[in-house]
């Protein structure tokens, strides 16, 4: 039901479903490895001696399969991937924009992230942040190296006494360590941390994501958006994927996200695409937990009926319900199935809607 209502809410914004085999060449994977980043891959030899895998992404393929054309795509795929020593097929649900990605396209698919993730809990955070920002604070702050990685990781931490310890040992200057802990304290409303960012913005290339972001901030509040979208410059993973915003998505009582996504222009052109895209995937092996709820019933109503109830009657019966959009299981009394169903009655002949149970 909930995979049924993203892809409603995908095609209403004009997302078309992309289709896909179970495999692609071994060597579409073996040369974006460092896209990948996972474990291994399941490879096997085909029926002509070519080696293929079976997929564990959508994206690669999305990107391969493009023509260097605009194209709005959403999937519901399943990939498969070593998860802690075994192998697992899990299924991804996400969103791709490949082409020229101007700030609308942009926010359209943070806005599509956000209601992604509103199909799940009203209560949900985005978080949001933009790489060459923080890239740029780096530059102009003489930050490269193994000074650069530490201090990265240090932010993706919130690791304030990591970079006051740094500061204390000479490798960063205390005008640096300021800068660095006042970007990791900024958690705030996007537009209200735009402004707090703008004292961080010491170079024009900050100033022009800023007022990217700014446009950005200004076209989600029209979609309705603004409040729950955060700036967070803690996001920097994959910061040699992603070269613009990217975005996280949580969940109350999921203990880690369960979206992710960001603007990636550098894989099609690594692939030879002249384009630019951006996307998301939500996990949901980590929402299974959160899908529960819908999923524990079998049906909203489950009708039984014995020997002497009009078959007929009954068919016409259950699709009057169904028509008012409860969904229900029509079981002969005394079958032995196990059901689990929000509610249940018996069925009569001659019986109303109005005796059925809320």
Sequence with gaps: MLEARLNQLYEQYGYRKFRMSKFEEYDLYAQNKDFLKRGHIITFTDADGSLKALRPDVTLSIIKNNSGDGEKVYYNENVYREVGGTFREILQVGVESVGQIDPYA????????????????????????????????LDQLELSGAVREQVLALIAQKNAPGIQAMAQAGVLSQRAAEELLELMDLYAPLKEGIARAGRLAGASAGWDTLRQLSLTAAILDRFGLAGQVRLDFSLVNSMD????????????DVPASVLSGGRYDNLPRKMGRQVGAIGFALSMGLLEQHMGGE??????????????????ELAAFAEAIRAGGRTVRCEREGSGSQLRCRTQARYGNGMTLEEVPV
């Design 106 to 137: 942009q926010a359209e698919v943070i806005a599509l992230a956000a209601r992604s993730l509103a199909c799940f809990s009203p209560t949900y955070v985005l978080a949001l942040s933009d790489v060459s920002f923080v890239a740029c604070l």
């Design 241 to 252: 994927y992603y070269n613009g915003v990217i975005f996280q998505g949580f969940l109350p």
């Design 295 to 312: 999923r524990r019933y079998d049906a909203d109503l489950l009708l039984t009926y014995g020997p002497d109830a009009d078959l007929a």
